[in-house]
């Protein structure tokens, strides 16, 4: 009789345990599951915010633009023109140069937007990678043009600069026999400037100009967009401005 309460009583707690075991099983999680996956979830969030958050682009040096309410940096990076908040002095890149700029996100208020705030990107740093076209030809030209312009026309000094950084550019990249010429035997080149309405805008028009048997030859005349500050090579046997890239 002994024999057969303990087989019972055995009997019983195995029936138990399985279904204990089974109920477990239903849920899908255990120990060990739930176990992983606090491992896995923290090592896999960081990785995603790592992507998100850099702040740095190889790219191509436009220009420096300080007309407006903050200083400006423009880079090109691919087929896009980025815009930076540049808080550094420096204005010793040229157009073309190849940099690394490091960034972070910011926000700026706009006058006449009633102060809303705005996303921008702000410069933390600049590492400059290599010399582009403009530096390589100061580098090897080694001259200071000169330039002249009618005592009606009001270009101020800014103005004045703007514009000889980028006959500085058209030099450097030019494919104007005479002008590669000059530039190789480092001749003196100088140009004018005087304001010119074409088409219903308003451009200021350079002729550049080389040593000649009897004086300065005048060899090009470029065209800037007063509004857009485009440069555009006058094209003379078809009457055309062709931009310059």
């Not at 040096?61 to 309410?69: A, H, P, V, W």
């Not at 190789?184 to 005087?194: D, H, V």
Request: glycine share 6%; proline share 3%; net charge neutral.
């Amino acid at each position: 009789m002994k024999m057969i309460r303990l087989a019972t009583v055995c009997l019983l707690l195995l029936s138990a345990v399985a279904c204990k075991q089974k109920a477990g099983n239903n849920t899908g999680i255990n120990a060990t599951d739930t176990v992983k996956k606090a491992i896995i979830k923290p090592d896999s969030s960081p990785k995603e915010n790592t992507t998100r958050q850099k702040k740095d682009v190889n790219a191509k040096f436009l220009t420096y633009n300080d007309d407006g309410d903050y200083y400006l940096l423009l880079a090109q990076h691919g087929d896009s023109t980025i815009s930076f908040i540049n808080d550094d002095a420096d204005r010793s890149l040229n157009r073309g140069d190849s940099i690394k700029i490091f960034w972070k996100d910011d926000t700026i208020t706009m006058a006449g937007d009633d102060e809303m705030p705005v996303s921008a990107k702000r410069i933390t740093s600049i590492r400059k990678i290599a010399d582009g076209p403009v530096t390589l030809f100061k580098k090897s030209y080694g001259r200071q043009m000169k330039y002249t312009w009618a005592p009606e026309e009001n270009f101020s000094d800014y103005y004045l600069d703007k514009i000889y950084k980028l006959v500085e550019y058209y030099l450097a990249t030019t494919k104007t026999e005479l002008l590669l010429r000059s530039i190789k035997a480092k001749e003196a080149i100088n140009y004018s400037l005087e304001s010119q309405e074409r088409d219903g805008r308003r451009y200021t028009m350079i002729g550049i100009a080389v040593p000649g048997t009897h004086g300065s030859n005048i060899v090009q005349w470029l065209y800037v967009d007063d509004e857009t500050s485009q440069l555009f090579e006058y094209d003379l046997g078809n009457d055309k401005l062709m931009p310059v890239r």
